[in-house]
Nanobody, 121 residues
């Protein structure tokens, strides 16, 4: 069974930095697009960034220039380096990965459990 395990959240002051990690475990053939989403209290989950299997990156306007997404295909991991954090970045951050699983040979989307990021002003 495939699982995504996130780490790296925490409390940081405005202007500070954090690095989130998400590691895919279980039996899988390959990984396609990997991304990060976030959900602030009382708001809908929103997309933050995506990295394709070829390394192409896309960012939401709200984080462009401040966040960097990267991946390590050997480790089956995706990272989100966050700089110049603002109070409005406070949210639970989720990773999402498209995985081709061994059990069926099919591609499925999997989500991490979420990690809290709190930015104090």
């Amino acid at each position: 069974q495939v699982q995504l395990v996130e780490s790296g959240g925490g409390l940081v002051q405005a202007g500070g930095s954090l690095r989130l990690s998400c590691v895919v475990s279980g039996r899988f053939f390959s990984l396609d697009d990997m991304g990060w989403y976030r959900q602030a209290p009382g708001k809908q989950r929103e997309w933050v960034a995506t990295i394709t299997n070829r390394g192409g990156t896309l960012y939401a306007d709200s984080v462009e220039g401040r966040f960097t997404i990267s991946r390590d295909n050997v480790k089956g991991a995706v990272y989100l380096q966050m700089y110049s954090l603002r109070s409005e970045d406070t949210a639970v951050y989720y990773c999402k990965v498209m995985v081709r699983v061994v059990s069926t040979g099919r591609w499925n989307d999997y989500w991490g459990q979420g990690t809290q990021v709190t930015v104090s002003s």
